[in-house]
């Protein structure tokens, strides 16, 4: 084997151990925050007006649950109490546009040629 080969094997082995050890890389899985008692939903968008959550647990109703940009700086954020379950949600924007989670990628057809997002908040147990 020559010189040049055991060098790049050398450098390509440091950089495999070199990813070993230590702690996990975050979560980018997206979607909601799983907080004790339910789920906090963030949506960014800095042009938006008026952002509503709609879903399942809420009848897919567009006027009753308002999100809130509190410092303006594009994120919007609703704190929504869920058990344990599977729920299919979206965001209406400005009273039109019905968005998916842009930052979850579970999702499901819609039954109008879009996707829903999928938020699953597992048991705890008994």
Not at 47 to 57: C, N, P, R
Not at 58 to 81: I, K, Q, R, V
Not at 99 to 104: C, G, M
Request: hydrophobic residues 35%; aromatic residues 12%.
């Amino acid at each position: 084997m020559s010189a040049r080969w055991v060098s790049a094997l050398l450098v390509a082995g440091t950089a495999v151990l070199s990813g070993c050890g230590g702690p996990p890389p975050p979560s980018t899985a997206g979607g909601p925050e799983l907080v004790s008692g339910g789920a906090v939903f963030r949506y960014r968008n800095a042009d938006a007006e008026k952002v509503y959550l709609v879903g399942d647990f809420n009848d897919w109703s567009p006027t009753t649950d308002p999100m809130t940009d509190d410092n303006a700086d594009g994120e919007w954020t609703l704190f929504y109490p869920l058990a344990p379950g599977s729920y299919a949600y979206k965001f209406v924007v400005d009273g039109k546009n019905w968005v998916a989670d842009p930052s979850n990628p579970l999702s499901e057809p819609d039954g109008f040629n879009g996707r829903n997002s999928i938020l699953k908040i597992p048991s705890t147990g008994s």
